[in-house]
């Protein structure tokens, strides 16, 4: 697979050198899109599929049509390691790469979202950190270049507050219960924690946070923790090694798999392998579908690695963290297309790319166009909500058949809530950056 | 009040009142320290046989643990399981017997006579081309480490105890009393302590420093291969393995840079108070003390007894 890919990454420096050449000629216009990946290092397990379904999605779109409404797409991968010095290196590098300048970037970790905000917005670059990320970004009058959709993680906080309310018989016996919030000691772990503090008050249940610090290889006086405590629930909010090594702790002092639930990226394949049949049961985030079994897979399959030009292993694809990489892809060429359709040219830029981001919205019908029916729930951005508030399911990993299984219905957030704390919030870091609120109206 | 009472009053009346618990926890630390150990002895290994800091240490577990599996994956051609962890055991020994050939020759050999720090950083070199080539040859992604060990927990008296930790403990104080063997009363350990001292004086005396070399990295790799067989079966097999040299580095602060057994007392020292102090003192910290605690550890005990624990005493004349 490495093979391959770094055959792609030559390959795609062979074209910038050969279109570096033959830059007298007039070039063809391209959507520059760059992609800030971690293909190496302690999280590159997570980092190579998400790549790879964002590489492959976009390939597939050039191969199959063109591009997107027939201008090709230029996917530039930077290497990150999950590095956030690095990764605001590869922003500078790469904002004004190409004709069009850079459109979007997917920064692929909390923290360089975090480092980003001010820059791209500066700069007028849309910063897609789809699922993870500020939480409070979700408010487009304080936050305009910055998008969380389709939920946030308070959102999803909130949701597993209500799928244990659910399990535990309704909301009122949640009172007197105790759930521990196991996370990596990072600004992505501790987003969840403002959310269950507000709902542990109002629900009347103990929170008990637990801290794991990077990487999370040795967890076991957490775990102890855990089994002092006796929480009647974990959530985790976890990444790379940690969740591995959470949910092999676990089953070592044999906590119930259902009811250990983890963040949608404690929630893939890489996380449940390594215990085997102890995480059969684990409960998981999500939002979206698991597998292969849609539309804009088979045809990726078909365009791109049937012509072996795909970004990894063939059954890999279909795989949760691919199929997240490839709906942040899908995600960026239905906003360029309604970019294209508001301004009235195909040569945008990322300010005219940001409008098309807001007004993105998911229907059953634009699922199923772009080959995802069944894949999620619809949901609409707006200049004023950046989140959407999409809906969010709970997945389970079954060990014997090795795959996820959806175990929930769609769950909606806690909107009341969650809406309340981003105004706030959002509130506060205006105020404290000297930002006036754009108007939306 | 209340901070002062937390802090030295209701951690150790919970160690008297929950004992259970509190053995559990020293267990769970002691475990954990042999695994640290395990680490820290393919440091004190090098150190004491060639004065370097092998930085590349944690990525040779991490390499030997990619090899292992990497070969587990490739071989599995229907014998059975037994003989695939064998064949693929003997054949990891193997590339890192040929690991240390390599390194002897286009790493150490140039470098001899050069200053320590030079060493130092050709072994960080070594650890960034040794990551490249176990990612090129096997690729990035998590790998599940089956070689048939025990999996489970055993409940004993309410105690849990994992067996793999207990395997693990077996395997270190197996390594630990052949090393102390090897090194004390063979004519190849007692070469390996003259090269320590003095390069020149060794090759003075007719020690083929050439061959001292590959000997004591070839161990230092079976050592590896150990360590990350240990840690890759708990968390699977994935490029954060080599971070876990960070574990050993305050092993070896207190245990000593030159001592086996000090890599072994220190390992349990450094397991057991992280966990004591992680859990019996979170209300004063909120948790997730276990890396920095360590370290901190290691240099109150730095202030004392700069050499470690067991470390030798430097003395030189100016």
């Known amino acids: 697979m490495k093979f391959r890919t770094m055959a792609i990454a030559a390959a795609s420096a062979a074209a910038m050198v050969a279109g570096a050449g033959f830059a007298t000629v007039a070039a063809a216009y391209e959507y520059t899109v760059p992609n800030l990946v971690y ?58 790469e190409g004709e069009s300048g850079a459109l979007i970037f997917n920064p692929h970790s909390t923290g360089v979202t975090y480092a980003l905000i001010p820059k791209a917005t500066a700069d007028e670059i849309p910063i897609l950190s789809m699922g993870y990320g500020r939480t409070s970004a979700a408010d487009g009058t304080v936050f305009p270049y910055i998008f969380n959709f389709p939920a946030t993680y308070w959102s999803q906080a909130s949701v597993f507050v209500k799928y244990v309310g659910a399990k535990e018989g309704g909301m009122d016996n949640l009172k007197g ?160 297309r309604n970019a294209v359709k508001i301004h009235g040219t195909k040569e945008i830029n990322g300010k005219q790319l940001r409008d098309g981001l807001e007004v993105l919205t998911v229907t059953e019908e634009s699922l199923s166009a772009d080959g995802l029916s069944n894949f999620m729930k619809p949901f609409k951005v707006t200049c004023e909500d950046h989140e959407g508030a999409g809906l969010i399911a709970i997945q389970q990993w079954n060990a014997k058949d090795q795959k996820w299984v959806l175990v929930s219905d769609w769950i909606e957030p806690m909107t009341d809530i969650v809406r309340g704390l981003v105004k706030e919030d959002a509130g506060a870091f205006a105020k404290e950056n000297n930002i006036t609120p754009r108007s939306c109206s | 009040m209340d901070f002062l009472y937390e802090l030295l009053v209701q951690p150790f009346a919970d160690m008297i009142f929950e004992p259970l618990f509190f053995i559990e926890t020293v267990v769970k630390g002691l475990m954990a320290g042999v695994l640290y150990s395990l680490v820290a002895l393919g440091f004190v290994l090098i150190f004491k046989a060639s004065g370097v800091f092998n930085f590349a240490q944690g990525t040779m577990a991490l390499f030997a643990a990619l090899t292992l599996t990497g070969l587990m994956e490739k071989l599995d051609l229907g014998m059975p399981h037994w003989m695939l962890v064998i064949l ?57 480490l089956d070689l048939g060990l025990p999996e489970g927990v055993w409940d004993i008296g309410g105690v849990f105890v994992e067996q793999l930790d207990v395997i693990a403990a077996v395997a270190a104080g197996g390594m630990v009393a052949v090393l102390a063997v090897f090194f004390s009363k063979t004519r190849i350990g007692r070469a390996l302590r003259a090269v320590a001292d003095d390069h020149q004086a060794a090759l003075s005396v007719g020690i083929s420093l050439q061959q001292i070399w590959v000997i004591v ?62 859990v019996f003192w979170y209300h004063i910290h909120g948790g997730a003390v276990e890396n920095w605690f360590a370290y901190m550890l290691a240099l109150v005990f730095l202030m004392f007894r700069p050499q470690g624990l067991f470390g030798d005493k430097i003395i030189e004349r100016v």
Not at chain 1, 265 to 285: H, I, M
Not at chain 2, 101 to 112: A, G, I, K, N, T
Not at chain 2, 115 to 120: A, G, S
Request: proline share 4%.
């Open chain 1, 39 to 96: 293909r190496t290092g302690p999280y590159a397990p997570n980092g190579i599929p998400l790549a790879n379904g964002f590489i492959d999605y976009m390939n597939m779109l050039n191969e199959r049509d063109g591009g997107i409404d027939g201008v090709k797409v230029n996917v530039i991968e930077c290497e990150t390691g999950y590095n956030t010095k690095v990764s605001v290196e590869c922003y500078e590098n790469l904002k004004n």
């Open chain 1, 177 to 336: 219960k105790k759930i521990a919030l196991v996370y990596h000691n990072s600004a992505y772990g501790k987003e969840p924690i403002k959310t269950l503090e507000v709902l542990a008050e109002k629900y009347g249940f103990e929170l008990m946070l637990l801290p794991v610090d990077h990487p999370g290889q040795e967890q076991k006086a957490t775990w102890l923790q855990v089994r002092r405590g006796k929480p009647d629930w974990v959530f985790m909010w976890g990444w790379g090694v940690m969740n591995q090594v959470a949910i092999k702790e676990a089953a070592a002092i044999r906590f119930p798999m259902d009811h250990f639930i983890g963040v949608w990226w404690s929630g893939s394949e890489n996380d449940v392998a390594p215990a085997g049949d102890a995480a059969d049961g684990y409960l998981a985030g999500t939002m979206h579908a698991p597998g292969r079994d849609f539309g804009a897979i088979k045809d990726i399959i078909t365009h791109v690695y049937d012509k072996g030009n795909g970004g990894g292993d063939l059954d890999r694809v279909g795989e949760v963290l691919y199929n997240r990489g490839m709906l942040e892809a899908i995600f960026t060429a239905q906003a360029i």
């Open chain 2, 88 to 144: 693929c055991l003997a054949l990891t020994v193997v590339v890192m017997i040929v690991l240390a050939v390599v390194v002897e020759r286009f790493v150490l050999r140039p470098l001899v006579n050069q200053e320590l720090i030079i060493l130092f950083m050709a072994t960080l070199g070594l650890s960034y081309v040794l990551e490249g080539v176990g990612d090129l040859a096997w690729g990035s992604d998590v790998k599940v």
């Open chain 2, 217 to 278: 990295w070839s161990v230092a790799g079976l050592v590896a291969l150990v360590a990350g067989v240990m840690w890759g079966s708990k968390s699977g097999v994935q490029f954060s393995l080599s971070l876990i040299a960070l574990k050993a580095l305050p092993v070896l602060i207190l245990g000593g840079f030159t001592s086996i057994p000090g890599a072994i007392i220190g390992g349990l020292i450094i397991g057991v108070g992280e966990k004591v102090a992680e």
